[in-house]
Every structure is written in C-alpha cells, then in structure tokens.
C-alpha cells in the first residue's frame, strides 16, 4: 500500500468559452478577454472539466480559429521568473510560443495564439526557461494560480496483482475513483 503526502492540490483551471462568436469575432487582430486576469491565491469562479477541452457545436462558419491574446495583470510589477501560459490549447505543455512576454506600456504580461473555438482550460505557469530545448524547466502553477482546499481532484487508483508461479502479465483486479 501506498501514501501520498503533501501533493498540493493546486486550484480550478481557469475557463475560456471562444464558443461566442458576437464576444469573440475573427478580426485580423488579437481579440481577448474584457477583464485582465490577475493571480488567484485562494478562490475560483467556477468548476473545471478536468484538463479536457469541450467542444461545443459553433455555427457553420469560416472562423474555426480566433488570434487570443492573453492578459495576465500582476498589479504592474514585472517578476523575475519567466511565465507561460498552458492549457487544453497546447496539452498543458509550456511551450515557447506560449511564453507570456511583459508589456513595459500596459504594465501586463502577453501571450498571443490561434486557438480552437472550444471551452478551453488554462491556467499560468512559472519556472526559468532553457532556451536551448524551448522548454520551461520546473513548470510551478501554484504562484500564481493559488493552491485551495476547494479545488477537486479526480483520482483513479488501479490494483495489479502479479502471480509468482507466472511469467506472465500483471492483472488488474480493482479499479476505484474518487473526487477530492
């Protein structure tokens, strides 16, 4: 048997329906949220889907794609740390094309990209980039995203069972879920 201690569970995704095409047209320009976003220490709005994109019918139209731009607004000050933006978009991958880059003008941080008009789950990430590899090392969500009891998690514990007499394969003989 196993224990798990001290996994945090971090907060509720952050959600983006690009379903509304009156509130997000196709410009040829970014199109993005009306309000910033801020850091999150503590609350949500409202429940995720768990990491997984919902695609919900959009009438017929040429504009399957919307150039997003989001804003992440941290009271004006500039962090040390490099950020990213990851999400249903870009498998939860920080990827360098979703680094958020500081706007000296507006004071906030920006990142651009095509996106699918879907309900999207995001969420902000930090760590230092390896510009050699694109990749960002140590991805942390919790400084800027928060860590709240409130937040669900979805577990799935699998019980294997290996016969010693056999050079077979394990078997599984259990399977439960449960929501945190």
């Known amino acids: 048997m196993s224990e798990f201690?001290?996994?945090?569970?971090g907060n509720e995704h952050r959600l983006l329906d690009l379903t509304d095409l009156v509130e997000f047209p196709a410009f040829d320009g970014p199109v993005s949220t009306r309000l910033n976003d801020e850091p999150r220490f503590t609350s949500f709005k409202e429940r995720d889907n768990n990491g997984l994109p919902r695609f919900e019918?959009?009438?017929?139209?040429?504009?399957?794609?919307?150039?997003?731009e989001f804003t992440l607004d941290i009271e004006g000050e500039k962090v040390y740390?490099?950020?990213?933006?990851?999400?249903?978009?870009?498998?939860?991958?920080?990827?360098?094309?979703?680094?958020?880059?500081f706007d000296p003008d507006s004071r906030r941080y920006l990142a651009r990209g095509w996106l699918k008009r879907a309900v999207h789950e995001y969420e902000y990430v930090s760590g230092k980039w390896n510009v050699?590899?694109?990749?960002?090392?140590?991805?942390?969500s919790t400084l800027i995203e928060g860590n709240s009891v409130y937040a669900s998690q979805v577990w799935y514990v699998l019980a294997y069972y290996r016969d010693q007499t056999s050079l077979s394969y394990d078997r599984i003989v259990g399977v439960g879920v449960d929501v945190s």
């Not at 201690?5 to 569970?9: A, K, L, R, T, Y």
């Not at 019918?57 to 997003?68: A, G, R």
């Open 5 to 9: 201690h001290n996994i945090p569970s």
């Open 132 to 140: 050699d590899e694109g990749i960002l090392e140590s991805p942390e």
């Open 57 to 68: 019918y959009v009438q017929s139209t040429e504009d399957d794609y919307v150039y997003f």
């Open 81 to 101: 740390d490099d950020m990213a933006v990851v999400g249903t978009f870009n498998n939860w991958t920080p990827m360098w094309d979703w680094r958020l880059v």
